[in-house]
């Protein structure tokens, strides 16, 4: 049986977090310095860079702090920033978590603050010990998955084996959750086609036009120097592999990063900016992928990899799936499955795939993952701008 | 898997893809024709299964994965040198390629 803790509006969570978190990178140090002080894995810092105020990342750090996993959060203010510190605060506490507020300037400079910081934090964890474990069945469960340092065995061992896990959980009524339009340009058609409803199948197409779009303007597709060593020749070679993750379940809906479905099915993360492209890059890095989906409400991630990705994540665990056997060899330490196996001919994708929903389950009910034993706890969050969701893009029916 | 160095993914496809790294100068038989290969071959890299003239579709997963851009002899490595994508340009660090 698995167990969740049981947050006072009602959803469950995984892990038991309190979140430390800066709303400027001028409030950046202080608040490490109250997590490293904290010495405590369920005690983590997450932030964001920018002074200048952005409703995206807002919302986003709105979803992580009143993620299921965390039970409680220090907000770490300058005191200056554009970051609207009170909505955050109201938000966390209208969820019925615990929320403090340390603004620097306020609370006489670094040292008081960090001093403040470390005893509000030794609050914040008493309080979340007394959270309550309740019953949690694999239908409240919210899965994402990423690809990242991804190669030419990807799309043949991992990804297909996300898929497979994929399919069980949603049978299961589990949310599932895929994303990166980017990296699924030339796969629009066969995937608007998995929609739900015809309407939602064109809001899939104009969304990979968007990001087909937006990556050309940047000059540089979702393709790393990484991808072509490892025998990746195209964007739409990489797209291919990368679809395998989203298994062979219709298509529920079409998400943007924050947004949190609440029906079991397989949903598509909509990343690309909406409007002019500005900012930059949709996302810098996998780890702003990781975070996006996390605020959406994943509990954890399923994160194939085929040169070898090391990363974890702050406030959900990460579970890695390396498609490439000698990669896995090289990086077994940081590996939580090795889907080599296929390539080599000695597992099927589907005992893979049933290899990796037991892990899933496993993780669930508390066992570490690679990168959480490890101590990751990557995260990155930037600037963009999002219109709303249209209304086909989450069809009623089911 | 055709031999312990290749696979093929897809019946339709015109590329088998390596899972076991094959070195310049070692020939491997490919569904009973031996052919030599002309440079090392890593995993996850492809080799063309038939000869691929330039402008034809690079077929991978059964799905077309960019166009070649110059003719591709059997057994031929086929990666950024003779290949391109058919809607954005890939880059290594060194460069831009396929534009």
Known sequence: MMKGYLRADGRKGIRNIVLVTYLVECAHHVARAIVNESANSNVQLIGFPGCYPNEYSLKIMEGLCTHPNVAGVLIVSLGCEGFNREQLANTIKASGRAVDTLVIQKSGGTRKTIEAGVSSVRELLITAEKTELVAMEISELMVGTICGGSDGTSGIGANPAVGHCFDQLVAKDAICIFEETGELIGCEQIMAERAITPELGVEIMKSVEKAEKYYTKMGYGSFAPGNAEGGLTTQEEKSMGAYAKSGSSKIHGLIKPGDIPTQGGLYLMDVVPDGEPMYGFPNIVDSAEIVEMIASGCHLTLFTTGRGSVVGSAVSPVIKVCANPETYDNLADDMDINAGKVIKGEATVAQVGDEIYELVIEVAQGKQSKSEELGHQEFVLTYKKFSGIGPACLPKVR | ?99
């Open chain 2, 1 to 99: 898997m055709i031999n312990k160095h290749f696979v093929l993914l897809n019946k339709t496809d015109n590329v088998f893809v390596c899972c076991k790294r094959l070195l310049s100068g070692c020939s491997t038989t490919l569904e009973d024709v031996e052919v030599s290969m002309t440079t090392d071959i890593t995993v996850g890299h492809k080799i063309a299964r038939q000869v691929i003239v330039k402008g034809e579709k690079i077929i991978k997963y059964g799905v077309s994965i960019g166009s070649a851009i110059e003719d591709i002899a059997f057994g031929e490595h086929v990666h950024m040198h003779n290949m391109k994508s058919d809607y954005i340009a890939s880059h290594t660090r060194q460069s831009r390629v396929g534009e």
